[in-house]
């Protein structure tokens, strides 16, 4: 109950937030659109409480395996860095890698571990967040949750011609990992096709 009413209170900061930046006299139906927003990821948050109770005792995943998912390649991208169990000290497991090009293509890969008290409290966060509807879109940057190739998803995509064209996904994957990648001179479809090229199946 506690973590439902901080969350509460975080959304509807955002949800505010959001309100000032879209309109400075925003209409009724923006205004119902984020209330319900905020009573959707309630909701959500209530649900999911039994998956964030059955997370809490579980075992975090072995840094062993995150080096079987973040190979040397990524498709045609070579691995540049790879870091896993920064966060340990604060009870996370986490894994990160970036791979890039010759053209300077890159694409940075995060995965965390939903698993034991931090873990379990964070991957809850996220799930409530991906369960609203919203899109914001300021100059050639768009932000939205939707829905890709059966994935609830966070997405972020920068066109902008005369910059380096960005985008980024976060999704949770089988109710306890969070992924997150990052892409620079690369769209979000592009983003969405070196995904599916993650052997996330290997996640436990």
Do not use: W
Request: aromatic share 4%.
């Amino acid at each position: 109950m506690k973590k439902l009413i901080i969350a509460l209170g975080l959304l509807s900061i955002i949800a505010c937030k959001k309100e000032a930046e879209i309109n400075s006299q925003p209409g009724l139906m923006e205004t119902v659109k984020n209330r319900k927003n905020i009573t959707k990821a309630a909701e959500a948050l209530k649900e999911y409480e039994k998956q964030t109770e059955n997370l809490k005792t579980l075992k975090p995943l072995a840094n062993e395996v995150y080096k079987q998912i973040l190979t040397e390649k990524l498709g045609n991208l070579k691995r540049s860095s790879f870091n896993v169990g920064n966060a340990s000290t604060v009870g996370l497991s986490t894994s990160d890698a970036t791979y890039t090009d010759d053209s300077g293509k890159t694409i940075k890969v995060s995965i965390f571990d939903g698993a034991g008290e931090s873990g379990s409290a964070l991957i809850a966060m996220t799930h409530m967040s991906l369960t609203t509807d919203t899109e914001s879109i300021e100059n050639t940057t768009t932000k939205k949750t939707e829905e890709i190739n059966g994935i609830r998803m966070l997405t972020e995509n920068d066109t902008n011609p005369e910059a380096n064209k960005s985008s980024s996904i976060t999704f949770i994957y089988k109710d306890r990992y969070q992924v997150n990648l990052e892409g620079t001179k690369i769209q979000l479809e592009e983003l969405i096709s070196y995904m599916k090229k993650l052997q996330l199946s290997k996640l436990e």
